[in-house]
């Protein structure tokens, strides 16, 4: 089976860096994904990672290390907009099919 | 540039009934697939089709049929609505590049009473 662990919420305020960590257990794997979905819109890719170590894309990080069956997400420079729920989603043995995890509701303060 | 265009939007069934949730894509990509989600439960995959005229299950298939009609159009169809299956509906395509990277429509609320 499939299993994705990540933290239910998290807060931080304007300008803050946050860490979304997720730990995932799939019985194949080929890389871990992020999205992001705001309220009653619908999911949106944010970064991918197919081998170990950090990508970035703007005020986005994404870490992997498939040794430990570990990976985060990294928000720099928190804004308003950035408040959403954040979802990792695992690259299983099927071309292109993911696995979701149950997500992180991430709040930014003013 | 629609990208993955999902309808209706919103529906409201009576259980027993039946229904079809249409999903057609215009980036020619040769993945399609059809998640559910629920509060606190992430996204659950239902079925997907790898390619044009293959489908597949996936974690949550049990009430549900699939057709890939061809490589734009990928339905859903509940032959049976119960209230369990109240839910939104996405469907969500990729190109089958090694990026992890779906597609998403944008969503089709569905209520069963």
């Known amino acids: 089976g499939q299993s994705l662990e990540q933290p239910s919420e998290v807060t931080a305020v304007e300008g803050a860096i946050v860490q979304i960590n997720c730990t995932y257990q799939t019985s194949g794997f080929y890389g871990l994904s992020w999205y992001q979905q705001h309220d009653g819109g619908a999911p949106t890719f944010l970064s991918y990672n197919a081998l170990d170590g950090l990508e970035e894309t703007g005020r986005f990080s994404s870490f992997l290390s498939r040794s430990d069956s570990y990976g985060y997400l990294l928000l720099q420079e928190l804004q308003m907009k950035d408040s959403a729920s954040y979802f990792c989603?695992?690259?299983?043995?099927?071309?292109?099919?993911?696995?979701f995890g149950r997500g992180t509701q991430l709040t930014v303060w003013p | 540039n629609a990208g993955v265009t999902q309808t209706p939007k919103f529906q409201v069934l009576k259980t027993g009934q039946s229904m079809t949730l249409q999903c057609a894509q215009d980036?020619?990509?040769?993945?399609m697939y059809w998640y559910r989600q629920d509060p606190g439960m992430g996204l659950r995959l239902i079925y997907y089709?790898?390619?044009?005229?293959?489908?597949d299950k996936g974690e949550v298939p049990n009430g549900y049929n699939v057709s890939r009609l061809n490589k734009r159009e990928f339905s859903l169809r509940l032959e049976s609505a119960a209230p369990s299956q109240t839910s939104v509906y996405f469907c969500?395509?990729?190109?089958?590049?090694?990026?992890?990277?779906?597609?998403f429509g944008e969503g089709s609320r569905l209520t069963v009473l």
């Open positions: 969500a395509s990729s190109s089958n590049a090694n990026t992890g990277e779906l597609f």
């Open positions: 980036m020619n990509h040769n993945s």
């Open positions: 989603a695992a690259r299983g043995s099927t071309l292109g099919r993911l696995y």
């Open positions: 089709s790898a390619s044009e005229g293959t489908t």
